[in-house]
């Protein structure tokens, strides 16, 4: 076996083995959160931001686990806030560690993609990001890479990523917070209107995400038709 592949492997048995003789999964506990946020809420908050603010910071394909979980454990609205500038904040900071410090190495890692979102952005711009945010067939994560080798503007870029991930951000969020409401898991408590609500929307979301894409495009259109 590889040395890489045995260290990864013993890695993992070690954690496993803290978390079984540890008590781990007490913290497995979403109660635990919820109380920790009503005994501590700015300290609670604050710390699940910099959780999330390094992971996409670090681009790990956790922003959309991270968008639920603040749900579950802050409720709707200050979860959606708290994942909505934490996802935008560390996806500039992202972009920033590319171009000054892993810009050749993602430019060799995706070569492929890079084409591709380059003819975007020239020709739509922040627009381009803001469809791409709205309709992610480009990783989160990825696309924060991939925009630091482009010429893209930074307040561009942070513009179109905090608008462009309001609804799924939102959607996120909310699913959380219905999960977050369950006590017991059981079909009755499962199924609940709210939570059959965020399902609905999570299925709706391509198609609703689509059609604000291409109103906020037509919009844009006569805005530059009308200045001519």
């Known amino acids: 076996m ?3 592949k045995l260290a990864l492997v013993l890695f993992l048995g ?3 083995i803290f978390y079984l003789v540890g008590g781990g999964d007490q913290y497995l506990s979403i109660r635990l959160y919820q109380d920790l946020f009503d005994q501590s809420p700015i300290n609670t908050a604050a710390v699940f931001f910099l959780i999330y603010l390094l992971g996409t910071a670090c681009s790990l394909p956790v922003s959309g686990l991270l968008s639920v979980i603040s749900g579950v454990i802050f409720g709707y609205s200050t979860g959606f806030f708290i994942s ?9 900071l992202a972009l920033f560690s590319v171009r000054f410090l892993f810009h050749d190495l993602v ?6 993609h890079l084409d591709i979102i380059n ?6 711009g922040a627009l381009y990001v803001f ?8 990783p989160f ?4 890479l991939l925009l630091g080798l482009t010429s893209m503007r930074v307040p561009a870029f942070l513009l179109a990523t905090l608008f462009g991930m309001i609804p799924v951000t939102l959607i996120l969020a909310y699913t959380g917070s219905q999960l977050g ?3 017991t898991f059981s079909v009755s408590a499962i199924f609940t209107p709210g939570l059959i609500l965020s399902l609905f929307m999570l299925a709706a979301f391509p198609l609703l995400a689509k059609a604000i894409l291409k109103f906020t495009r037509n919009l844009v259109t006569h805005w530059k038709t009308s200045k001519m």
């Open 2 to 4: 590889p040395v890489k």
């Open 14 to 16: 070690a954690v496993a």
């Open 84 to 92: 909505l500038s934490a996802a935008s904040l560390g996806g500039t």
């Open 107 to 112: 430019a060799r890692r995706f070569p492929s």
């Open 119 to 124: 003819k975007g952005v020239d020709k739509e």
């Open 131 to 138: 469809g791409l945010r709205m309709v992610p067939i480009i």
């Open 141 to 144: 994560w990825l696309l924060n």
């Open 181 to 183: 409401d369950i006590e």
